[in-house]
């Protein structure tokens, strides 16, 4: 079993920047691909930025060039660097870790993290 655990939500004004992390448990995270989510009220969730075990990275068109994820293996732990936030950035942003196991693709998330960008 993969546990999840988000951190780095809040609140900030529009242009400010923060940071998430993701912890996962386990010995799989180095194999894993991982990727933030987020979901905004009346959406559905939508795919942020994914980083593979080999660190090649895919964003959303609308983060390209604001957001930065990034993977440190001896900690277990992913992040999601967002800078030049804007209002429709805000939601509650998950982690996805995924991976192909003995018995097939397998997949887990966290809880979930508020992300409110706002004056």
């Known amino acids: 079993q993969v546990q999840l655990v988000e951190s780095g939500g809040g609140l900030v004004q529009p242009g400010g920047s923060l940071r998430l992390s993701c912890a996962a448990s386990g010995s799989i995270f180095r194999i894993a691909h991982m990727g933030w989510y987020r979901q905004a009220p009346g959406n559905q969730r939508e795919l942020v930025a994914g980083i593979t075990s080999g660190r090649r990275t895919n964003y959303a068109d609308s983060v390209k060039g604001r957001f930065t994820i990034s993977r440190d293996n001896t900690k277990n732990t992913v992040y999601l660097q967002m800078n030049s936030l804007k209002p429709e950035d805000t939601a509650v942003y998950y982690c996805?870790?995924?991976?192909?196991?003995?018995?097939?693709?397998?997949?887990?998330w966290g809880q979930g993290t508020q992300v409110t960008v706002s004056s």
């Open positions: 996805n870790l995924d991976y192909d196991s003995p018995g097939g693709r397998r997949g887990y």
